[in-house]
Nanobody
């Protein structure tokens, strides 16, 4: 079966950093895009960052641009999210996702009923 496993979440003070990892296994068909999403308590699901696993192109939500960096290691089937200059408003459950039916350009719009999702890792930023 397809499995996506996130790790690296935790509690950090404003201005701090965290690095999230997402390990993928069980995909028979190639996915051309991986992404990170988040949902804060009482807030809407939000696309954070995506990366094309082929050419490495990246896309970011405006709210995290210049603070977060997505990267991948295709040999390890792993995607990372480096989160710097964290703010309390970044507090959320962060999810990794993969899908076979979207281009990377549209991947930030992925909905929870689409594709494959990990269990999530909690990020809490205190002021």
């Amino acid at each position: 079966r397809v499995q996506l496993v996130e790790s690296g979440g935790g509690s950090v003070q404003a201005g701090g950093s965290l690095r999230l990892s997402c390990s993928v296994s069980g995909l028979t068909r190639k996915t051309n895009c991986m992404g990170w999403f988040r949902q804060a308590l009482g807030k809407e699901h939000e696309g954070v960052a995506t990366i094309d696993t082929g050419d490495g192109s990246t896309y970011y939500a405006d709210s995290v641009k210049d603070r977060f960096t997505i990267s991948r290691d295709n040999a390890k089937n792993t995607v990372y999210l480096q989160m710097n200059s964290l703010k309390p408003e970044d507090t959320a459950m962060y999810y990794c996702a993969a899908a076979l039916t979207r281009t990377c350009r549209s991947f930030l719009g992925l909905q929870r009923h689409e594709g494959y999702w990990g269990q999530g890792t909690q990020v809490t930023v205190s002021s």
